[in-house]
């Protein structure tokens, strides 16, 4: 089914370790993106990728990384995790020339920073 | 300040009572307005794009509007089916990506 993967579906870490939250998309999108979702909150763009190679920050950048070496790729990286970091994840992907931009989300990583 | 309101936060309804949420946004130049639906434990699910003032779009129960400073989503007749949260979401001129709402969360009683 084609769609976005993301792993893990959960995961309890330790505070000041590091974690790749895993997103891989199958439908060739050319932009990807990172949301928290935070009860009260909302979802929040953490960063973004228009295209290949290229990256930029969204509204909740800080302590949170990304690259983009390939279509189908996008991993967030938490260098240090802290418990402000405690949130659910989803990666979501767009392909504008088609459709605009509609997002299609993956099923979110749900990340405890104890 | 939150650039897109909604409300309700919550709504509950019983089955065949129909009722509309909403969205608010406050800046301009908007370049699409988008309501999405999200069922407990999954990732939200896409419903309508809507881009200019009087814009409609329908999908079986729901149906989504939009004016200058906000859209609509009416639910006709809803079924135990249509509960989730409802999170509307906007894109600006000078935006590279969707700001999203808190949601509306709607529960439908039979």
């Known amino acids: 089914i084609a769609g976005i993967t993301q792993a893990p579906t959960s995961q309890i870490l330790a505070a000041g370790r590091r974690m790749t939250l895993r997103c891989t998309q199958d439908m060739r999108h050319n932009a990807m993106y990172w949301y928290r979702q935070d009860l009260g909150l909302g979802l929040r763009l953490i960063h973004y990728s228009n295209t290949a190679g290229t990256t930029g920050k969204g509204e909740v950048p800080d302590g949170y990384s990304v690259s983009r070496a390939n279509t189908d790729d996008f991993p967030l990286t938490l260098a240090s995790a802290v418990p402000s970091q405690t949130s659910v994840y989803f990666c979501a992907s767009s392909d504008s020339a088609a459709s605009g931009e509609k997002l299609f989300f993956g099923s979110g990583t749900q990340l405890s920073v104890l | 300040e939150d650039q897109v309101t909604q409300s309700p936060e919550a709504l509950r309804l019983q089955e065949g009572e129909s009722s509309s949420l909403n969205c608010s946004y406050t800046?301009?130049?908007?370049?699409?307005l988008f309501w999405y639906r999200q069922d407990p434990g999954k990732g939200p699910e896409f419903l309508f794009t809507l881009y200019s003032a009087g814009e409609e779009k329908e999908k079986e129960r729901l149906k989504a509007t939009l004016t200058k400073k906000e859209s609509f989503l009416h639910i006709t007749a809803p079924k135990p089916e249509d509960s989730a949260t409802y999170l509307c979401?906007?894109?600006?001129?000078?935006?590279?990506?969707?700001?999203f709402g808190k949601g509306t969360t709607l529960s439908v009683s039979s």
């Open positions: 979401a906007v894109l600006f001129q000078a935006g590279t990506a969707l700001i």
């Open positions: 800046v301009s130049g908007l370049r699409g």
